[in-house]
């Protein structure tokens, strides 16, 4: 399941890829795109993503993604989340979504698989 819960306190941008089901170039390019992505590099110079910002980056992807929201949109609307004070909620609301529907998929593969299909 690619959207299971963040439990460790820090991830590689290869661990975040695997958690996300995003690819690199996409971490890399919302970072310039969301300032709140803004993951601290280690002493090597490789990204490293606290728990939280792996959450926001569900809830944009789930703005992106299934919402349909574009880049500005979905900015928009983060912007409203932090100011009302739900961006917490949204994020692990977004999150559960995801898991929630990635859930589905792999039982609908396994289901397909007994079946014969």
């Known amino acids: 399941m690619s959207a299971a819960r963040p439990v460790q306190e820090f991830y590689s941008i290869g661990e975040v890829c695997a958690l996300t089901d995003l690819k690199p170039h996409v971490l890399r390019y ?17 990204r490293v993503y606290k728990s939280r910002e792996v959450e926001l980056i569900m809830l944009v992807k789930h703005l992106l993604y299934t919402e349909k929201y574009t880049i500005d949109g979905a900015r928009q609307r983060l912007d409203q989340y932090k100011r009302s004070g739900e961006l917490k909620a949204q994020a692990h609301r977004a999150l559960a979504v995801e898991t929630a529907r990635d859930l589905r998929r792999e039982l609908e593969a396994v289901r397909a698989l007994l079946d014969g299909r």
């Not at 310039?32 to 490789?46: D, E, M, T, V």
């Open 30 to 46: 919302w970072e310039s795109q969301f300032r709140f992505l803004n993951p601290a590099k280690n002493r090597s110079g490789n």
